[in-house]
């Protein structure tokens, strides 16, 4: 007969979003108003550029704020129409993970969850800037951190040949 002692609960794996908001956030339309203009005038398309980082700061206790920084550039030519850049976080209780799996909640599931809303403020810094709207595309994060794990490790294997 065993002695039952845990009480059911034991270290079960917990992840909590506790809070969403933007951290920073910044636009700029420096060739406006002749490039609003400019950009009805030219055969030219307009380019964009997405620049993307994150971040993560352990806040003791289980806690972690990670940070989505998300920077688009359009320009005309080699003119810039306007640069629009935030910086979108969240703070969330993860606690009860590998090491290895902590690292992929916060490289990966994290910046999925907060991509909309960084998303979201992107697209209404460039309309209310004055421009034709701008959704950006779906990223997928767990792609990028898997690519992300292979540099990191992949860098300095080498192949064993079996005799």
Known sequence: MADVTANGQG???QLVLQKIYVKDVSYEAPNAPQIFQEIGET???PQVQLNLGQKATDLGNDM???VLSLTLTCTLGERTAYLAEVQQAGV????GFAEADLAG???SY???LLFPYARQVISSLVLEGGFPPFLLQPINFDALYAEQQRRMTGGDETPVLNS
């Open 11 to 13: 270290n079960q794996p």
């Open 43 to 45: 055969d030219q398309q």
């Open 64 to 66: 972690y704020e990670v």
């Open 92 to 95: 969330f209780g993860v606690s």
């Open 105 to 107: 909640i916060i490289g």
């Open 110 to 112: 994290c910046p999925n």
